[in-house]
């Protein structure tokens, strides 16, 4: 109901905003936000955010595109079919590396059509949403393909389920930082991270040759 989706975006306003305020007064680098929500977006800019990230790619709610251009914010346009609740049943694809980059297109033109400059727009193919662990590792490899919409690649792969290991902690995110030097090595430009100081690490090694 409209009561139910507006009492969301108020605990997500509560646990969000809070924590972007402190972060702004601490911390230089830039901050993101993950909503796909207008009103939430636009209190995180203001809060000292300076990056949006919109798992639906525009998709859910088309007027945060109207927010970013106002705040001349970054954007990540994710690829993502259908809701988290159904996601696997829209993981099907004929074509799954060009399919992705279609409907990433798409986001990036009505981004565009609505005053977001390409300077702001980041692409993410959407490791883990919308796509079985044979579809990540397709993505993975033809990151490079992705390169082709003219935009700096953005994935996620950190302490995914797909992850071929049961294992936790130090184990899983050894696994997930092989996997963000595999991911840049093929044309990543970022990778989301939880354990910064070992994928960093890592890929400093492999840039060096080590």
Do not use: W
Not at 75 to 100: N, T
Not at 108 to 126: E, H, N, T, W, Y
Request: aromatic share 4%; hydrophobic share 40%; charged share 25%.
């Amino acid at each position: 109901s409209e009561m139910c989706i507006r009492d969301i975006s108020d605990i997500e306003r509560e646990r969000v905003i809070p924590v972007i305020e402190e972060l702004a007064k601490r911390v230089e680098v830039p901050i993101s936000v993950d909503t796909y929500k207008a009103g939430i977006a636009e209190a995180a800019i203001k809060a000292g955010a300076t990056i949006v990230n919109d798992i639906s790619g525009l998709r859910y709610e088309p007027n945060l595109v109207d927010v970013v251009a106002r705040y001349e914010a970054a954007i990540v346009l994710m690829h993502f079919r259908g809701q988290s609740k159904d996601m696997y049943q829209q993981a099907s694809y004929h074509d799954l590396v060009g399919e992705v980059l279609d409907e990433l297109r798409e986001s990036i033109a009505f981004a565009l059509s609505r005053g977001i400059k390409r300077s702001q727009i980041i692409v993410d193919p959407g490791i883990g949403f919308g796509k079985r662990p044979v579809h990540n590792r397709k993505l993975i490899e033809g990151i490079g393909v992705l390169k082709d919409l003219g935009q700096p690649v953005l994935v996620g792969i950190s302490r995914k389920s797909f992850l071929p290991t049961k294992r936790t902690g130090t184990d899983r995110d050894l696994l997930s930082a092989q996997y963000a030097v595999q991911a840049v090595a093929n044309g990543a430009s970022l990778v989301r991270v939880h354990n910064v100081g070992m994928t960093a690490k890592m890929l400093s090694e492999a840039r060096n040759g080590v």
